[in-house]
């Protein structure tokens, strides 16, 4: 299969602090892998330093044969990233919202068909024109979901997804991840949720005090 995701030798420090030992893996096309850990134990570390919304200390990334560092603009078009702590624009309803990433990754056709079943698949559309500051943390946690959903991509990272999630949600959230699956996307999912480590992992990945291992 068609290697999706190349993490290598991907390390943070903090003076002589390692929060993250130099990771290698990869995942291929249609691959699930689950990350779980304690608390503090590296996770968000590692998928922040694959995003590079935190600058790793060493290391690569490669999506789709795309370097991160000499194609960044081409990995983050292949590569959606909800994280467990949601920040939104100020000014910007969740419509709005759905309507600027969508533009931003050139994903307009269809726009406010498959905003409207995202939105009313997740329990948001009664409250499309609110501020996301406003929502709950349930709510903003399934409108982080719904933009990463609202656009193309080939690898999914999700940063303990299910935290604040009714039931039916997760239920509806675990059946996205599967299609995706089946359509060649590979998603990297932190979780404590044992239901995703019995059921979603093809591959699964425990973190301890910043060294990543497959179990």
């Known amino acids: 299969m068609e290697e999706r995701l190349l993490v290598q030798d991907l390390s943070k420090r903090y003076g002589q602090f390692v929060a993250l030992a130099p990771t290698s893996f990869s995942l291929k096309a249609g691959e699930i892998a689950t990350l779980s850990g304690q608390n503090g134990s590296g996770k968000t570390t590692l998928l922040t330093c694959i ?18 560092a000499v194609d960044e603009l081409e990995v983050r078009r292949r590569m959606a990233f909800v994280p467990d702590v949601q920040r939104f624009y100020t000014t910007l309803t969740a419509w709005e919202h759905l309507r600027y990433v969508a533009m931003a990754n050139n994903a307009l056709d269809g726009f406010d068909q498959r905003a409207e079943m995202l939105l009313k698949e997740f329990g948001l559309w009664e409250t499309r024109d609110h501020f996301p500051h406003n929502y709950s943390r349930g709510m903003q946690l399934k409108l982080s979901l719904t933009l990463a959903l609202i656009r193309p991509f080939t690898v999914l990272l999700l940063d303990e997804p299910t935290s604040a999630l009714d039931e039916e949600s997760v239920s509806l959230l675990l059946d996205k991840v599967l299609a995706l699956r089946d359509q060649g996307v590979s998603v990297l999912m932190s979780s404590h949720n044992p239901i995703i480590k019995q059921q979603f992992g093809d591959r699964q990945f425990l973190v301890e005090e910043g060294v990543l291992r497959e179990v």
């Open 51 to 68: 995003t590079k919304l935190i600058k790793p200390s060493s290391g690569k990334v490669v999506v789709d044969s795309f370097d991160m």
